[in-house]
């Protein structure tokens, strides 16, 4: 069974950075994509971004590319989020996500999930 252990967040002030990292456990562990993605109360979990895991073509959402960088570790199966220039609109729990079908979107076609990491971002 796929475990995915996520570790980073915090509390930061508009225009820090922050790292999340996700790490991949369990047998045979390939999937065709992993991601991040990030909801706020009241609300849908949203796309923010994700990678191919076999050749790291990457996509981004367009509130989040230029500012975020998605990237991954293969040889730990660690994926990871470097979060820069923050803004108080990025405040959401964080959820990294590894699926078998190429949807890098849709988060309905992941199949595991981390348990989520807090980023608040204050003004």
């Known amino acids: 069974q796929v475990q995915l252990i996520q570790s980073g967040g915090g509390l930061v002030q508009a225009g820090d950075s922050l790292k999340l990292s996700c790490t991949a456990s369990?047998?045979?562990?390939?999937?065709?994509?992993m991601g991040w993605f990030r909801q706020s109360p009241g609300k849908e979990r949203d796309f923010v971004a994700s990678?191919?895991?076999?050749?790291?073509?990457?996509y981004y959402s367009d509130s989040t590319e230029g500012r975020f960088a998605i990237s991954r570790d293969k040889a730990k199966n660690t994926l990871y989020l470097q979060m820069d220039n923050l803004k108080p609109t990025d405040t959401a729990v964080y959820y990294c996500?590894?699926?078998?079908?190429?949807?890098?979107?849709?988060?309905?076609?992941?199949?595991?999930w981390g348990q989520g990491a807090q980023v608040t971002v204050s003004s």
């Open positions: 996500a590894a699926g078998l079908k190429f949807a890098p979107r849709w988060p309905s076609e992941y199949n595991w």
């Open positions: 369990g047998p045979n562990f390939n999937p065709e994509v």
């Open positions: 990678l191919t895991w076999d050749i790291a073509t990457k």
